[in-house]
């Protein structure tokens, strides 16, 4: 098998300004290793010829291909095709076939095409060039000093259309061999990443194929596991063994694979087990709710919620009795027990769950911001455990720090 460098540069001033997301090369990236090659290097480049020539040349030392996303369209700040003409000198021509389909389109929705719009069909001379189905701009690849030049149209869908036409059967040609890179992510919740790093440490250590790499997330913490084979069934296989090796050392954490949220997992566990859930929510303000209910057929288990932000709806809507109010306050842990056992009651429901506390930026009743008190009301059992946590950040990071708190204790409730 051929060993390649590649490199993936995306061309826009929009990128730099964080106006948009590079969601192209994280995309291409996955694609390539899939197909076995692994991506050495992301660069992104503003509209601007100078800096893009300067980008080109440096790639075009240091990578055996290079695949260029955006610039192709018909504006003056369209500039990749001029560029990479500046860098290899060679020479542009017009493509008849895009010339055609560009002029399609404008008779189609009856509309004049401004002379700009030629610019979309030019290609370079000997290259090889794959028609856009879903826009105007077609792609090519282009051979020059030994790399291999892909130039992509930066809008997503047309990108991976030819991506997977031409693109990928062209690079995997290219390598001489079919073999891919499989990863996966084993997801976890209540642990940090040093503990679980610590925890697996001579897994770490010994690990070949495949590879283990804890990861910080926003949500708890992630571990990837990459394998490389000749087949899918061989890498899933290489996979399975060092996730069961993991999960025998920090399972009780574990919680899904991939893009399984937490969320997700409660809602197919409320299911399974026929429950039903309520939220009373005071400083999360309807969160909770609001990313169960946003998950399709939620409505099997979610009974709804109550936001009782302000303390007269938590004693007349929520029913909270204004003695326990008077007495411990609205950050409390009697307040969140009795919010959980009234929104189950209120709302027929097997669970209630009910978050109340201090968002800041200020004290409240004495308590620092970032104090939440978080109850759950499990089946009517008349034990209804409080944990008190105090989280840190802004309001909206207290919050939803909150949020996923909730969820993590329902979960293992379930579990």
Same mark, same amino acid.
């Given at each position: ?31 390539? $290793? ?199 069934? $061989? ?181």
């Amino acid at each position: 098998m051929t060993t390649i460098s590649t490199e993936i540069i995306a061309v826009g001033t929009e990128l730099l300004l964080g106006q948009i997301a590079d969601t192209n090369a994280q995309w291409i990236s996955k694609k390539l $290793a899939s197909i076995g090659i692994n991506v050495h290097h992301h660069a992104v480049v503003g509209d601007n010829r100078h800096r893009v020539e300067e980008q080109f040349r440096v790639s075009n030392k240091r990578s055996d291909v290079i695949i260029v996303t955006g610039g192709l369209g018909p504006t003056e700040d369209d500039l990749t095709r001029e560029a990479f003409q500046q860098v290899s000198g060679k020479e542009l021509t017009e493509h008849e076939p895009s010339m055609e389909m560009i002029k399609s389109y404008y008779d189609k929705k009856g509309m004049k095409m401004t002379p700009n719009n030629r610019k979309q069909a030019r290609v370079f001379v000997e290259s090889d060039v794959f028609e856009n189905h879903t826009g105007m701009a077609p792609g090519m690849i282009v051979p020059f000093e030994n790399t291999t030049w892909i130039f992509l149209p930066g809008v997503p869908n047309e990108m991976k259309r030819m991506m997977t036409d031409h693109v990928l059967p062209h690079l995997q040609r290219l390598t001489g061999e079919d073999r891919i890179i499989k990863s996966v992510m084993l997801r976890f919740i209540g642990i940090g990443e040093s503990r679980i790093e610590h925890d697996i440490q001579d897994l770490i250590d010994q690990q070949e194929n495949p590879t283990i790499a804890p990861l910080a997330q926003s949500e708890g913490v992630a571990i990837r596991l990459t394998a490389k084979a000749e087949t899918d069934d $061989a890498a899933l296989t290489l996979i399975e063994q060092s996730k069961r090796a993991i999960l025998n050392r920090v399972g009780d954490h574990y919680f899904g694979m991939d893009e399984q949220s937490l969320e997700e997992q409660v809602l197919e566990r409320l299911k399974e087990q026929g429950k039903t859930v309520a939220a009373a929510e005071s400083l999360t303000g309807g969160m909770f709710t609001d990313r169960l209910i946003a998950i399709p057929g939620a409505s099997d288990a979610c009974r709804g919620g109550i936001v009782c932000y302000d303390t007269t709806v938590k004693e007349h809507v929520l029913g909270v009795e204004s003695r326990l109010l008077n007495e411990h306050g609205t950050v409390s842990e009697e307040c969140a027990r009795a919010m959980a056992d009234n929104v189950s009651s209120r709302l027929d429901a097997d669970i209630g769950i009910s978050f109340t506390g201090v968002a800041g930026p200020d004290r409240s009743e004495g308590h620092p911001a970032g104090t939440v008190f978080i109850a759950l009301s499990a089946d009517r059992s008349g034990k209804i455990p409080v944990e008190k946590h105090v989280f840190y950040g802004d309001r909206n990071a207290i919050r939803e720090q909150a949020v996923l708190k909730g969820y993590e204790l329902l979960y293992h409730l379930l579990k």
